[in-house]
C-alpha cells in the first residue's frame, strides 16, 4: 500500500541514495504539476517528501509546498540557506563537506560515498558521530566489491562499533544506519520503493523511484492525470520476494533498482547488497551483546541469533 510520494521538485533534485543524477540543466516541475501532484497526495492521504535542487525555487514554489505537511531532502551545497536550515534530511556527497558540516539535533544526515572513498576515509565518521542525532552512509557503487573487499568493510564496521559503544556508555544515542538499525528491528524495514512510496517526477509522471526517471524517463508507471499503473506490483512486496522473505538482515536497503541493475529481478538482490547487509547485521549482533554490558539496554529487542551463512541464498535449499 502506498504511504508516500516523492515529489523531484527539479532535473537536477539531488540524489540520496544509491543512483546517480545526470542531469546539470535546471527543469523545476511545472507549478501546476506540483499543485495537481500536492493534490493527489491529499486525495489518497499519502505523506510527502520534497526532493530540492541547489538553486532557490521561485517564492509561488514555496506557498505552494507549504500548503501541505511534508519532509525536505536537502543537499549540503543548497544555495538556499534558510531551505538548508528548514531541511528534514541533508545529503552530503562528499567527505570534505561532512567534515567541516554544521549539524543540529533532530536531522538526520546522509553521506553519498563510493567505496573506494569509504575504505580512506571511514575515520571521518568517528568524529561525526558525536555531533549528529543520525547519520546514514549510501555507498554508490555497491554492484564493484570483490570477495577481498568484504574483509575491509568488516573491519570498518568494528572501527566504527567501538566508537559507537563508547558514545553509548557514555549517554549518547547516535544513531548510523549501518550499525544500529538493526538492533533496533523485529521486522524489515526496505527502501519501500514501488510498494510503500512512488515518485513524482518533474515531467508529472509517476516512477518507482527517482532512480528509474533518470534511468530512463519512459520507463514510468502512471501519470496524475489516468493514476498509477504499476506492472506486476506484487513483485515489490516481500512476500514475493523468496530470498528476503526468509531473511533477517532487517536493516538492508533492498535497493528495488540496484536489484534490477544487478539481477534484473526487482525483488532478488544481488550477491553483493546481500553480503554487505549481512555484515552489518553480525557487527550489530556484536554490538549489541556489548552494550548490555553497560546496562539494560534495548530490552524489548530480542538478542540477534549467530548464523554461519552471510548470503541467504546459499541457503535456498533449505528454505
Not at 523485529?186 to 515518485?199: F, H, V
Amino acid at each position: 500500500m502506498i504511504e508516500y510520494l516523492i515529489i523531484q521538485l527539479d532535473d537536477t533534485s539531488t540524489s540520496y541514495c544509491h543512483y546517480e543524477n545526470p542531469k546539470r540543466k535546471e527543469n523545476h516541475i511545472g507549478l501546476d504539476t506540483l499543485k495537481s501532484g500536492i493534490l493527489f497526495a491529499m486525495k489518497e492521504n499519502l505523506m510527502i517528501q520534497f526532493v530540492y535542487p541547489d538553486y532557490e525555487l521561485p517564492q509561488e514554489y514555496k506557498d505552494a509546498i507549504e500548503t501541505i505537511d511534508h519532509s525536505k531532502i536537502v543537499s549540503s551545497l543548497c544555495e538556499d540557506e534558510s531551505l538548508r536550515d528548514e531541511a528534514d534530511v541533508i545529503v552530503y556527497h562528499d567527505w570534505t563537506g561532512l567534515s567541516f558540516g554544521k549539524f543540529e539535533a533532530g536531522k538526520n544526515y546522509v553521506l553519498r560515498t563510493s567505496k573506494a572513498d569509504l575504505f580512506e576515509r571511514y575515520l571521518f565518521i568517528k568524529d561525526v558521530l558525536p555531533k549528529v542525532s543520525r547519520l546514514n552512509v549510501v555507498i554508490t557503487d555497491i554492484d564493484t566489491f570483490k570477495e577481498e573487499d568484504f574483509g575491509r568493510y568488516k573491519q570498518i564496521l568494528e572501527t566504527l562499533s567501538g566508537c559507537l559503544e563508547k558514545l553509548y556508555a557514555d549517554g549518547r544515542t547516535p544513531q548510523l544506519n549501518i550499525l544500529t538499525d538493526r538492533m533496533m528491528l523485529s521486522t524489515m524495514n526496505n527502501c519501500g520503493a514501488g510498494e510503500t512510496n512512488i515518485t513524482l517526477a518533474p515531467n508529472g509522471k509517476f516512477y518507482v523511484c527517482p532512480a528509474f526517471y533518470y534511468e530512463d524517463e519512459a520507463d514510468s508507471v502512471g501519470d496524475l492525470e489516468h493514476g498509477l499503473d504499476i506492472k506486476n506490483k506484487q513483485l515489490y512486496r516481500l512476500d514475493h520476494a523468496p530470498i528476503c522473505s526468509h531473511c533477517d538482515a532487517y536493516q538492508c536497503k533492498r535497493c528495488i533498482w540496484l536489484n534490477r541493475k544487478t539481477t534484473l529481478e526487482v525483488n532478488t538482490p544481488s550477491h553483493e547488497q546481500c553480503v554487505l547487509a549481512h555484515l552489518e547485521r553480525n557487527s550489530s549482533r556484536e554490538l549489541l551483546s556489548r552494550l548490555r554490558k553497560h546496562g539494560n539496554f534495548l530490552p524489548e529487542q530480542e538478542d540477534i541469533k549467530e548464523i554461519d551463512y552471510l548470503d541467504p541464498f546459499d541457503k535456498r535449499d533449505e528454505w
